[in-house]
């Protein structure tokens, strides 16, 4: 429910913090007062149009703002919105949308107190506040709306979530089936192309980290003279050594031996004859390998010329199909997959198409089911509608809720269809096989037609407030809100209005807060919260004022709008009370 409204320096509005009631709110004032201004300021907080002319004169930016109190339905319905916007870190039992319009055109929406898109403030406020006045906002008059009514009136939700899923699984088998028919010539070139990768990958019989090996190998083919003449120096101060110097090995014997007549005299010099003996055995362990590794050196440019062609091919692979080996082989893995699918696609495209023709099968099936529980709920809709019309006064008024089925080639089978339809195939969505329309025809001998088409004016806000109590159940946007209902109806039917208005906030389990502007004292007297709107001049400006009426203060209102201020007038004004609250303790009894 709107808890607070504060608007600021929108047209003749300087500030105002308006507070509401949960029930029925009637805000009332003479004709220009600002009633309407106060409507249009709430359909700007909707995602409405802005416009600079609702900027107050003298200043640069108008601004509204309201507070919102979620029930744990409002919340449930919210909450993944709230969620997939980053808006949910507050309180879930409140959300406040604001917007801002700036003179230099710059639109400021916020929700939570984070800056919005427009779409997205529009989103939340379309599940908030519905309403239907000069500011037309109302989810009825949207043909894509009367599915969803009609099945929550009707508790279809289950039923049709099962079809939806079907539909779901649908929608993957084609996608799949799609991929795979999209293009014979295509999906051969790939074939092809899959081929060739991954028997070129497969010939050139990688290894992991044998470019590494490979690398190392070339380094010593290509440096084969230099580590010769190297490992000779070494083997040279090992073994042989230089002119008129001994060799190493020998000099550490010499060492050794000279150790050993030191420990000989004192023993703590034995582990240093211990360690020379060690260096001893390690030297000659040395000189041989040094041996072997000059052995083993040689100029082979044959070799050379076979490991420059494998890193060559090696690196040709990885530019291709990876950074390293390991990627190139999982490329070729991969490759080798989706070959594999391809050539097996035939079998996996007659397995898809026979899953799509069964579940096409199940969804007429189920559509046809559906269709026929709507079209039961929609006869009981339009009974309700009807009798409600008829106490508004508008009993030759017929309406009818229109199921329509659309032939498509490639649609849903119904083989068994329900009276009145032809076995065919329909088109269908997440909805089943239905396209609703609600129809109405206000006046004798005219045909029906779709309600988004019936002209404005009170005729209008007396159907709309007729479809609203009959779907209150259905209804699942919390705020209502009706501006100039009242318009081309007198004070008689004015009670009647003011008398459903009412109830509308009072219904069991799915009750409304409800909002009217009303010129009728009939009507407003059933208000739970009666705010008068009335305008004066401050200086040379004028300004719009709301007060909250009780008592006597709300039989002056009463009586002005009934045309008079004497004892007389009031006293009228108080039956009319008196009545509102014998019929709101009848209702409440009922």
């Given at each position: 429910?709107?808890?607070?409204?504060?608007?600021?320096?929108?047209?003749?509005i300087d500030?105002?913090?308006?507070?509401?009631?949960?029930?029925?709110?009637?805000?009332?004032?003479?004709?220009?007062?600002?009633?309407?201004?106060?409507?249009?300021?709430?359909?700007?907080?909707?995602?409405?149009r802005?416009?600079?002319?609702f900027?107050?004169?003298?200043?640069?930016?108008?601004?509204?703002?309201?507070?919102?109190?979620?029930?744990?339905?409002?919340?449930?319905?919210?909450?993944?919105l709230?969620?997939?916007?980053?808006?949910?870190d507050?309180?879930?039992?409140?959300?406040?949308?604001?917007?801002?319009?700036?003179?230099?055109?710059?639109?400021?929406?916020?929700?939570?107190?984070?800056t919005?898109?427009?779409?997205?403030?529009?989103?939340?406020?379309?599940?908030l506040?519905?309403?239907?006045?000069?500011?037309?906002?109302?989810?009825?008059l949207?043909?894509?709306?009367?599915?969803?009514?009609l099945?929550?009136?009707?508790?279809?939700?289950?039923?049709?979530?099962?079809?939806?899923?079907?539909v779901?699984?649908?929608?993957?088998?084609?996608?799949?089936?799609?991929?795979?028919?999209?293009?014979?010539?295509?999906?051969?070139?790939?074939?092809?192309?899959?081929?060739?990768?991954?028997?070129?990958?497969?010939a050139?019989?990688?290894?992991?980290?044998?470019?590494?090996?490979?690398?190392?190998?070339?380094?010593?083919?290509?440096?084969a003279?230099?580590?010769?003449?190297?490992?000779?120096?070494v083997?040279?101060l090992?073994?042989e050594?230089?002119?008129?110097?001994?060799?190493?090995i020998?000099?550490?014997?010499?060492?050794?031996?000279?150790?050993?007549?030191?420990?000989?005299i004192?023993?703590?010099?034995?582990?240093?004859?211990?360690?020379?003996?060690e260096?001893?055995?390690?030297?000659?362990?040395?000189?041989?390998?040094?041996?072997?590794?000059?052995?083993?050196?040689?100029?082979n440019?044959?070799?050379?010329?076979?490991?420059?062609?494998r890193?060559?091919?090696?690196?040709?692979l990885?530019?291709?199909?990876?950074?390293?080996?390991?990627?190139?082989?999982?490329?070729?893995?991969?490759?080798?997959?989706?070959?594999?699918?391809?050539?097996?696609?035939g079998?996996?495209?007659?397995?898809?198409?026979?899953?799509?023709?069964?579940?096409?099968?199940?969804?007429?099936?189920?559509?046809?089911?559906?269709?026929?529980?709507?079209?039961?709920?929609?006869?009981?809709?339009?009974?309700?509608?009807?009798?409600e019309l008829?106490?508004?006064?508008?009993?030759?008024?017929?309406?009818a809720?229109?199921?329509?089925?659309e032939?498509?080639?490639?649609?849903?089978?119904?083989d068994?269809?329900?009276?009145g339809r032809e076995a065919?195939?329909?088109?269908?969505?997440t909805?089943?096989?239905?396209?609703?329309?609600?129809?109405?025809?206000?006046?004798?001998?005219?045909?029906?037609?779709p309600l988004?088409?019936?002209?404005?004016?009170?005729?209008?806000?007396?159907?709309?407030?007729?479809?609203?109590?009959?779907?209150?159940?259905?209804?699942?946007?919390?705020?209502?809100?009706?501006?100039?209902?009242?318009?081309?109806?007198?004070?008689?039917?004015?009670?009647?209005?003011?008398?459903?208005?009412?109830g509308?906030?009072?219904?069991?389990?799915?009750?409304?807060q409800?909002?009217?502007?009303?010129?009728?004292?009939?009507?407003?007297?059933?208000?739970d919260?009666?705010?008068?709107?009335?305008k004066?001049?401050?200086?040379?400006?004028?300004?719009?004022?709301?007060?909250?009426?009780?008592g006597?203060?709300?039989?002056?209102?009463?009586?002005?709008?009934l045309?008079g201020?004497?004892?007389?007038?009031?006293?009228?004004?108080?039956?009319?009370l008196?009545?509102?609250?014998?019929?709101?303790?009848?209702?409440?009894?009922?």
């Amino acid at each position: 429910m709107l808890a607070e409204l504060t608007i600021s320096n929108f047209a003749i509005i300087d500030h105002l913090h308006l507070t509401f009631s949960p029930g029925f709110n009637v805000l009332t004032g003479e004709t220009g007062a600002g009633k309407s201004i106060i409507i249009d300021a709430v359909n700007l907080l909707l995602g409405g149009r802005a416009d600079s002319n609702f900027i107050r004169a003298g200043t640069d930016k108008a601004q509204v703002e309201g507070i919102f109190y979620l029930s744990p339905r409002e919340q449930a319905a919210l909450s993944p919105l709230l969620q997939e916007e980053a808006l949910d870190d507050g309180d879930p039992g409140l959300i406040v949308l604001s917007r801002e319009i700036r003179a230099s055109g710059h639109n400021i929406c916020r929700i939570n107190g984070r800056t919005v898109r427009l779409s997205t403030l529009e989103q939340f406020g379309s599940q908030l506040i519905d309403i239907h006045g000069q500011s037309e906002h109302l989810s009825l008059l949207n043909e894509r709306s009367h599915l969803d009514f009609l099945d929550r009136y009707g508790k279809l939700e289950a039923e049709r979530a099962v079809l939806a899923d079907k539909v779901h699984q649908l929608r993957q088998v084609r996608q799949e089936l799609n991929e795979l028919t999209r293009n014979e010539r295509a999906l051969e070139q790939r074939q092809d192309m899959l081929r060739y990768q991954v028997d070129e990958i497969h010939a050139a019989r990688l290894e992991a980290g044998e470019d590494i090996a490979l690398e190392q190998e070339r380094n010593r083919l290509t440096n084969a003279e230099k580590l010769s003449a190297l490992s000779g120096e070494v083997l040279q101060l090992l073994v042989e050594g230089q002119e008129g110097q001994g060799n190493v090995i020998d000099l550490l014997g010499q060492a050794t031996r000279a150790l050993s007549n030191l420990a000989r005299i004192d023993p703590q010099m034995e582990s240093y004859l211990q360690q020379a003996e060690e260096l001893g055995y390690q030297l000659d362990d040395l000189a041989s390998a040094i041996q072997d590794y000059q052995e083993q050196v040689e100029f082979n440019p044959k070799r050379l010329e076979q490991v420059e062609e494998r890193l060559t091919l090696i690196r040709r692979l990885q530019r291709k199909y990876g950074d390293s080996i390991q990627d190139v082989l999982a490329f070729a893995q991969r490759a080798a997959e989706e070959l594999a699918a391809i050539e097996h696609s035939g079998e996996r495209i007659a397995e898809l198409q026979a899953q799509e023709e069964a579940l096409l099968r199940e969804i007429g099936r189920l559509g046809a089911a559906l269709s026929e529980r709507r079209r039961q709920a929609g006869e009981r809709l339009a009974a309700a509608v009807e009798a409600e019309l008829a106490e508004l006064k508008m009993e030759r008024t017929r309406f009818a809720v229109d199921l329509h089925w659309e032939p498509q080639p490639d649609g849903a089978p119904v083989d068994d269809p329900p009276p009145g339809r032809e076995a065919g195939r329909y088109a269908f969505s997440t909805g089943g096989l239905d396209r609703v329309t609600f129809l109405i025809a206000p006046n004798i001998g005219e045909p029906l037609k779709p309600l988004a088409r019936v002209a404005s004016g009170g005729e209008t806000s007396r159907l709309m407030l007729a479809m609203k109590t009959a779907l209150a159940m259905a209804d699942h946007i919390p705020t209502l809100i009706f501006d100039e209902i009242d318009q081309g109806i007198g004070g008689r039917i004015g009670g009647i209005v003011g008398k459903k208005l009412w109830g509308l906030s009072q219904l069991e389990g799915g009750a409304h807060q409800v909002f009217c502007v009303t010129h009728l004292p009939q009507l407003a007297c059933y208000a739970d919260r009666h705010l008068r709107v009335q305008k004066s001049l401050s200086g040379e400006r004028t300004i719009t004022s709301v007060e909250a009426l009780d008592g006597e203060a709300r039989v002056d209102e009463l009586a002005n709008m009934l045309g008079g201020s004497g004892e007389n007038t009031r006293q009228i004004a108080r039956d009319l009370l008196a009545r509102d609250l014998l019929a709101r303790d009848l209702l409440a009894r009922n």
